[in-house]
């Protein structure tokens, strides 16, 4: 069938009609609130791969005027479009550090879920673990009757055991401290565990008071950003791990933000092998260029040895500290935050040892971030930025030219904690799919939409209608799926339809998922996406006449 220029500049226009109403932007799923994802640069060849995010409001208070409404973990395409919603049916309370990892030979979906005390910055929680259908594997909790902290969780060995950090307070004399008082008596004592995923068995566990002294710390006992040390809750937080990676060789990196340092820590013997002092004294290394100095920094990674033998290190460098609630004095190190990647040598004598910038990335919008952060090295060269608090994620080329920068609910205060991007195919999931079918006699049109939360294997669906409720089906049209919701609209047909059905078929054309029938709704107000039409007295039954079209569909993001 030959498609007339009429039918394709209004196909053009209709696509470019913004979705006005956040809470209806997908009609066949109204109960979803999709975090806003604006895309402010997109110029250069980004990596493929989804966006695996978790944002959350920046207030204390969840109401309309501070999105997100439903706080979660997010599979979204580079466009905002979504792929998969976790919020309420899958993980609940709060998330964090969302991410695809490899777990007994497949891929799975691993975040924090748990409490979050946003005064402080930690949680207390478990890391919960999903299948590619998104069914519940498994949950690893911490061993020796502690509670894992949101900070971070990693499977690694094929899943067979799992890295995290804990944020464990314990009663201290703290009197001989900056501000100490017999009042002040709880410290946090920062560590981490592997544990056997299985069995749950501690394989490893490391506590910062064993090894660094809290007179090393830069954050105060009386500054109000990291506890005041009275009571349990209130615990000085002088350390802080983030982030916890392992390398091949056994050894363990760390980044402790509240001294400002990255530690190599032996996987024998718990000791440290050295310290990378950012802007901290305490600092074994020359730092031989200005970009090697960081401060409260967030996910550092082992990225392997180069030619030379030195050590690869990424890690995301705030140059600030401050509460996600603003309690307490913030403090400034830099202009902007940054990703980095770093050079360490420790050829000759510890006298000789030296750290380098190998790359830097800065935000496009000068942003600096007082909480969270991550920076992620992709397959392809380039590297993927999470700006955290700032809610703004960024994709660089590997010589730091940003190609792709968008916000999440730009100018709400929505933050996220880490961002990564990888593929991600899944497997029939086990939640339903989703029907609407909606009939406007005055515009002489019916609305069909249909999806799938979480899929990746539909390629297109096929609509049927009943005159009569449990009638026979009649096929009604197939469109092709090219993102999250599909649409066909029907003009100029007789609109005795009482019930309709969808089939999801693959790239094959085989059915791999059918909805259930679902009553035609004839009583709700037209969608945002039509109503500039109806506004502007456009009829879209007398445009489709004009185009000598009577079927019309429309799918919405790029899949």
Do not use: C
Request: proline residues 4%; negative net charge.
């Amino acid at each position: 069938m030959q498609i007339s220029t009429g039918f394709l500049k209004l196909a053009a226009l209709l696509s470019t009609i913004g979705l006005t109403a956040a809470e209806w932007r997908y009609l066949s799923r109204p109960d979803l609130h999709i975090p806003r994802l604006e895309v402010t640069q997109n110029t250069g060849k980004t990596a493929d791969g989804l966006l695996f995010v978790a944002p959350f409001t920046g207030s204390p208070v969840e109401d309309e005027e501070h999105p997100p409404h439903q706080p979660s973990a997010y599979i979204l395409r580079e466009d905002g479009d979504l792929v998969w919603s976790g919020f309420a049916s899958y993980y609940s309370g709060w998330l964090a550090n969302f991410q695809k990892a490899e777990y007994q030979g497949q891929d799975v979906l691993l975040a924090f879920e748990g409490k979050h005390n946003s005064a402080h910055g930690h949680g207390h929680g478990l890391l919960k673990v999903l299948d590619k259908s998104y069914n519940h594997i498994t949950s690893i909790k911490a061993g020796h009757a502690k509670l894992i902290d949101k900070h971070e969780g990693q499977l690694i060995h094929d899943g067979k055991s799992a890295l995290f950090q804990i944020y464990h307070p314990v009663p201290r004399d703290l009197s001989s401290f900056n501000g100490g008082d017999p009042q002040r008596e709880w410290i946090v004592d920062s560590q981490f565990q592997e544990v056997d995923t299985r069995s749950g068995e501690v394989i490893f566990e490391w506590k910062s008071l064993d090894h660094v002294p809290p007179s090393h710390s830069n954050i105060t006992l009386t500054s109000g950003q990291a506890g005041n040390g009275i009571g349990s809750v209130e615990a000085w937080d002088y350390f802080h791990i983030n982030s916890v990676d392992k390398n091949h060789d056994g050894d363990y990196l760390i980044s402790a933000r509240d001294v400002n340092s990255v530690y190599k820590i032996s996987g024998k013997t718990g000791e440290i092998i050295w310290t990378l002092g950012g802007r901290n004294v305490n600092d074994d290394f020359k730092h031989l260029d200005k970009a090697s100095h960081f401060s409260y920094q967030h996910h550092a990674r082992f990225q392997g040895v180069d030619e030379e033998g030195r050590e690869i290190i990424s890690l995301y460098d705030n140059s600030a500290h401050g509460t996600e609630t603003d309690i307490g004095h913030a403090v400034f190190d830099a202009p902007t935050s940054s990703g980095k990647v770093l050079l360490v040598n420790t050829a000759g004598g510890k006298n000789k040892w030296t750290v380098e910038t190998r790359q830097a990335f800065y935000p496009p919008d000068g942003l600096i971030s007082k909480s969270q952060g991550s920076t992620q090295l992709l397959d392809n060269g380039n590297v993927l930025v999470n700006w955290g608090s700032e809610g703004a994620v960024t994709e660089f080329t590997s010589d730091g030219k940003a190609i792709y920068h968008a916000y999440f609910e730009k100018g709400h205060g929505a933050q996220n904690y880490r961002a990564f991007k990888n593929d991600w195919q899944s497997v029939k999931p086990s939640e339903d799919a989703a029907l609407v079918g909606y009939v406007y006699g005055h515009l002489g049109k019916l609305i069909l939409a249909s999806s799938w939360n979480g899929d990746t294997e539909v390629a297109s669906w096929r609509y049927y209608g009943a005159t009569k409720k449990g009638g026979p089906l009649k096929q009604l049209g197939e469109v092709e799926r090219n993102g999250f919701e599909a649409r066909l609209e029907l003009n100029h047909v007789k609109h005795d339809y009482k019930e309709v059905k969808a089939e999801g078929l693959d790239k094959d054309g085989k059915v791999i998922i059918e909805t259930s029938r679902e009553k035609v709704v004839d009583n709700a107000p037209l969608p945002p996406d039509y109503r500039q039409y109806e506004n502007i007295g456009l009829n879209m039954g007398r445009i489709m006449i004009s185009t000598g079209m009577n079927v019309f569909s429309h799918n919405y993001g790029v899949f």
